[in-house]
């Protein structure tokens, strides 16, 4: 071994993440990385440098969430603090992130070291796997197993802290590689085949069911079984609905996609959910956006089954009537041979209703908003955030990518999605915030979309609070030349706090929830970008189509006027609740 080659911590670091097949990095770059940055510029491996490490974690969730592959974030470590809220929402969206963070030094542990902080304590509840590498020649054996362990079972993120003197330290270039196993290079991780004894009951009970509905969630995107979803909708004739805050495993003009199974976003699925006999929710959890598997969401008469990819899935689903441990796709299979075995007979009275129920919302929504824009206290032209999205998509051409980012502006673009989707438009993907909800998350969603797919327009409709929390990251946008349109949907405020509170207080007043008057669009044409101003909803689709053809990174700042979404005026009572939970 003396003979050997030495090389630092961080280059054995980098020499691993590329075994394994890493393609990503993102970093704010600081001393304690430099040894690691040496070791990626040595493999070649594309390092994009972030103005912030909260956007560096949130760009490298972007990445894996489509791509489906960990992505690496390396930060230092005063700046593991600011790449906390990004491990935040790698963990509520299941993405396979691989946190790097450099740490003081472990010669000194414990004795206020320089910038020493427990970061591996304070990531344990944000990732699946936390650790400290002690000892630089286990280098190699630690990326092993967190990568493994953010791929396998229920993905996700998993945290590595590399104190500077294992960082910095030389080391043989082969060290560890005396021990099993000798290849560590990407492999495919285990999934869980559904027990034959198990399943076959479950399926008997679903091909009886007279109206069963599917409802979609994380594992079946990580399990790469879209498809298959697709299939069991429309060859079985089962309405399929999303889980809320996921990105859609369908496209909103499939043949079995009906919208969220959320009863303020999309109404219908309360029909659906109170109708259903059958309820099989693949690839999700009973959690606060499922009302824990409870009533009045799913009836007590309603037969609940959970199929999930994992025991940690599985475990949390405690309220459902019948689980399954199953791959999603496994799952599908078995549906799908149902009907080849001729073992099922469900017409298409059912998934018919369902559309209709679809196209009288979508109908029911057009005519709600005209009646209110043209009704007393509505100036001409005076721009309603839902029109706001909607006219949005109208500029926008099958194929493309729309992200939304924000409190209200969220809500009326999932509501907007599905309307434009059954209008027929078809876009390739839609991407928005996971289940915390985290603000500022839009522009590096759009800059991911747009760096895997370059020749694909990338519009993000972000509300101006979200894009105060998050915008800084629209440098790389210019760093990297990633030509992304930023639509600002700007109601001078906090609007969806402004109306909580106004529900909240007495007298329904609002306070500490207002912004100045922003001019969003000068910023992007100060750094030499497009920008424009838009006050008239006419306005709308010319300035974003001009914003399209610009070439540059773009933004569209559009006065709206703030207005209550379906799910804050149903959650939010005016004197005993204080959020929409």
């Known amino acids: 071994m003396s003979a050997h080659k030495k090389i630092r911590g961080g280059q054995l670091l980098a020499r691993a993440l590329h075994e394994k097949g890493a393609e990503h990095v993102f970093t704010l770059a600081g001393g304690f990385c430099n040894p690691a940055l040496e070791g990626f510029m040595e493999c070649q491996l594309p390092v994009i440098n972030c103005p912030h490490e909260q956007v560096a974690g949130h760009l490298a969730d972007g990445h894996a969430r489509l791509t489906r592959k960990p992505t690496v974030c390396l930060v230092g470590p005063e700046g593991f603090a600011n790449a906390v809220p990004a491990m935040l929402e790698a963990w509520g969206e299941r993405s396979p992130v691989i946190f790097v963070t450099g740490s003081s030094t472990l010669k000194r542990e414990g004795a206020g070291g320089f910038k020493e902080i427990d970061d591996v304590a304070i990531a344990q509840p944000l990732t699946k796997y936390s650790v400290s590498i002690s000892d630089g020649t286990r280098i190699g054996e630690f990326v092993d197993r967190a990568w493994k362990i953010a791929c396998s079972g229920y993905p ?290 759009a800059l991911s979309a747009k760096n895997i797919n370059p020749d694909k327009t990338v519009v993000l409709i972000s509300g101006d609070g979200a894009f105060l929390s998050g915008g800084l990251s629209i440098e790389a946008a210019f760093q990297e030349k990633l030509p992304i349109v930023v639509v600002i949907d700007n109601n001078g405020g906090l609007d969806c706090i402004s109306q909580q509170q106004e529900r909240l207080f007495a007298g329904g007043t609002h306070f500490a929830t207002d912004f100045r008057d922003i001019p969003f669009h000068g910023m992007f044409a100060g750094m030499g970008g497009h920008g424009e101003l838009v006050e008239r909803r006419r306005d709308i689709i010319p300035a974003v189509k001009q914003a399209i053809a610009s070439g540059k990174p773009a933004c569209v700042n559009i006065k709206a006027r703030g207005v209550i979404s379906p799910i804050v005026a149903a959650t939010s009572d005016k004197r005993d609740k204080a959020s929409i939970e």
């Open 156 to 445: 996700g993120p998993v945290h590595l802290s590399i104190p500077v003197d294992v960082m910095f330290s030389s080391f043989d270039e082969d060290a560890g590689c005396e021990e099993r196993p000798y290849k560590r290079d990407m492999q495919q991780p285990q999934r869980a085949w559904p027990d034959p004894s198990v399943l076959e009951p479950l399926l008997e009970r679903i091909a009886r069911a007279e109206r069963p509905i599917l409802i979609g969630g994380h594992g079946v995107w990580w399990g790469g079984a879209e498809a298959k979803l697709e299939q069991v909708g429309t060859e079985l004739n089962i309405p399929v609905f999303n889980v809320p805050y996921h990105q859609k495993l369908l496209s909103e003009q499939s043949p079995a996609y009906m919208g969220l199974a959320d009863v303020h976003q999309y109404w219908p699925s309360k029909t659906a959910l109170h109708q259903t006999d059958c309820a099989i929710m693949v690839g999700g959890r009973l959690d606060n956006q499922m009302n824990f598997g409870n009533p009045p969401l799913f009836p007590r008469s309603t037969e609940l089954i959970c199929v999930n990819g994992s025991h940690e899935e599985i475990d949390f689903n405690r309220a459902a009537d019948h689980v399954l441990l199953s791959d999603p796709g496994a799952f599908f299979d078995a549906l799908i041979a149902l009907r080849a075995a001729g073992r099922w007979a469900l017409s298409t009275d059912w998934i018919d209703a369902n559309r209709k129920e679809r196209d009288i919302w979508v109908k029911q929504m057009a005519e709600d908003l005209a009646k209110e824009t043209s009704g007393p206290g509505w100036e001409p032209d005076e721009i309603h955030p839902l029109q706001l999205s909607l006219d949005v998509q109208a500029a926008m051409s099958d194929g493309d990518v729309l992200v939304f980012d924000g409190g209200n502006t969220h809500f009326w673009s999932e509501i907007a999605t599905n309307i434009a989707g059954r209008n027929g438009l078809k876009l390739d993907k839609v991407l928005h915030p996971g289940s915390y909800s985290l603000l500022g998350v839009g522009v590096s969603l």
